[in-house]
């Protein structure tokens, strides 16, 4: 059971799920299955209005027994302990289960393995902290129970938690460039998102790490915000696009690319129950690196990679 303590007045579903870093229709469903209450109350409605000082009481559902599905590809594993578990995500692996995927999830892979998970974000998300496109590789977090997932969702928003991208891109940016842009759904298509004036605030990060003679350049990516497909979105707003992503506009002139290069290279976070701050890396994954030995100086890419030369290029952004 978990408590919040109402710091602004208002609706009950947008003061939740703006405290727990979760969905309002998350919230709806633990509203409307009885697990919110306010001194005792039980809260029957979303729109119900909390006042400043108000305690919100909540509960979690234990995880249904999802149906088996096969599953027939393993996932590199970072980091595991009681707690949780750091993967290096591959490409075109996704996260959880919806009635339009057909494939076997990460989630599936969890449960096939006997992993534990935590249900705060209902039961179809399980343990999955953060995000991360179908078509990103890298690192990512996942949580084995509740009270780690509920930790780790502070620690996005006070920023103790993030990740450090690197992307192949097909024209060169300036040294360091700041977008912060609202991104909304693509009025046009709607497996797109776009920069659009009502929607949700989005800040990114980039800085340039090495270019090839013919433009193409390895850069590094930071999110501020956590908006489906940010850094894709932000870059297409700068007319630059990752190597392989024709959704938003990359137009293959060497060879055809056969993937979004883009990569969660460096996760950082607190450990929920230990203090202790820690650092994963997740290796690119051959094709990302088959590129960047063919067409860079490896030594130079080393060096600029580095964990501590890497996050010390945004001190100052």
Do not use: C
């Amino acid at each position: 059971m978990g408590r919040v303590e109402v710091s602004e007045a208002g609706r009950i579903d947008r003061v939740l799920a703006h405290a727990l870093d979760v969905s309002r229709n998350q919230i709806e469903k633990l509203i409307g299955e009885g697990l919110v209450s306010i001194e005792g109350v039980v809260i029957g409605k979303g729109s119900h209005k909390v006042a400043l000082g108000d305690t919100i009481t909540y509960r979690f559902k234990e995880a249904e027994k999802a149906k088996p599905v096969a599953v027939d590809f393993e996932v590199e594993i970072l980091y595991e302990d009681d707690y949780l578990m750091v993967i290096n995500k591959p490409i075109g692996l996704v996260i959880h289960p919806a009635p339009s995927v057909k494939e076997a999830t990460l989630v599936d892979w969890l449960i096939h393995k006997g992993i534990s998970l935590s249900t705060i974000s209902g039961e179809e998300r399980h343990g999955i902290v953060h995000r991360i496109d179908k078509e990103t590789t890298g690192a990512l977090v996942i949580a084995k129970d509740n009270a780690t997932h509920e930790a780790l969702s502070y620690q996005l928003q006070d920023k103790s938690m993030g990740r450090y991208y690197l992307a192949l891109i097909d024209y060169p940016l300036k040294e360091e460039v700041i977008v912060n842009k609202p991104i909304g759904r693509n009025r046009n298509n709607r497996l797109k998102m776009d920069i659009v004036p009502e929607g949700k605030v989005a800040k990114s990060a980039f800085v340039k790490l090495a270019q090839t003679a013919w433009g193409v350049e390895l850069i590094a990516a930071k999110l501020f915000t956590g908006r489906t497909h940010q850094i894709r979105v932000h870059l297409n707003s700068l007319g630059r696009h990752i190597l392989g992503d024709e959704l938003y506009g990359f137009k293959s002139k060497r060879r055809k690319i056969a993937r979004v290069n883009l990569h969660a290279y460096l996760l950082y976070l607190v450990h929920p129950h230990t203090g202790k701050k820690m650092e994963f890396i997740a290796p690119l994954f051959e094709d990302m690196k088959q590129y960047l030995s063919d067409n860079f100086d490896q030594g130079d890419i080393d060096e600029k990679i580095n964990p501590h030369t890497l996050s010390h290029r945004f001190d100052t952004l």
